[in-house]
């Protein structure tokens, strides 16, 4: 079972906008860590950010944690078109990553 | 940038033939992962070592896969009899610890065709 879960499989955005990934989990965490992977590569890791963390940042990329609702988010800023992949949030627990279904984003031209 | 290397990038095989393919964790890595992830991105564990020693893995690993990181020789994942079903992409990444705050590094994965 997916114990990260990205709430949209697919979003699209022309170049410049921002836009929002989500991601849900069911367990605790100690982490969240969110990945990004493009056609023909392996995931790259984006941020991550720990459970005492409400807020993490990394260039164009700031990822958000509230561990009451258990929920992340990935935010991304000014988008180019080579922010076109899919995106994973991942729960490390210590042995393995736990990764969700993944949100493919399109960034337009 | 990841400098995990796994080799072939593209393999195909033949129902019922060996498949087995290779990785170079990042140097000084002591932790390797292998995951499999099928045409819908999904990820599925496989197996983790942690120096030559392995830490976990899952049942369909104990019985076709075989999975091994000697010493000073490249890591290594081997299906013994291939079958359709496994057809996927296999990634293998590495970390400097088991830490649940520690950055893993993924390869660009081997891409598995079974025919």
């Known amino acids: 079972s997916q114990l990260a879960e990205e709430n949209s499989w697919a979003l699209s955005v022309h170049e410049g906008e921002s836009v929002t990934v989500n991601c849900s989990y069911k367990t605790s965490i100690t982490a969240l860590q969110w990945y990004r992977q493009k056609s023909g590569k392996g995931p790259a890791q984006l941020i991550l950010i720990r459970s005492n963390e409400r807020e993490k940042r990394n260039g164009r990329l700031r990822a958000t944690l509230d561990t009451s609702s258990q929920s992340s988010s990935l935010s991304i800023t000014a988008t180019r078109c080579e922010d076109t992949a899919v995106y994973f949030c991942?729960?490390?627990?210590?042995?393995?990553?736990?990764f969700g279904t993944g949100t493919s984003l399109l960034v337009d031209p | 940038n990841s400098k995990v290397i796994q080799t072939p990038r593209y393999l195909v095989k033949g129902q019922g033939q060996k498949a087995k393919m290779r990785c170079i964790p990042e140097k000084g890595h002591p932790v390797v992962f292998w995951y499999q992830q099928n045409k819908n991105n999904e990820f599925k564990f496989l197996i983790n070592f942690q120096n030559q020693e392995v830490l976990q893995q899952i049942d369909m690993t104990e019985k076709r896969f075989s999975a091994e990181c000697p010493s000073n020789s490249p890591c290594s994942l081997e299906i013994q009899s291939s079958e359709a079903g496994d057809s996927a992409l296999y990634l293998c990444?590495?970390?400097?610890?088991?830490?649940?705050?520690?950055?893993?590094?993924f390869g660009k994965g081997t891409r598995l065709t079974v025919v």
């Open positions: 991942a729960s490390n627990m210590g042995y393995k990553l736990t």
């Open positions: 990444a590495s970390s400097l610890s088991r830490g649940a705050n520690t950055e893993v590094f």
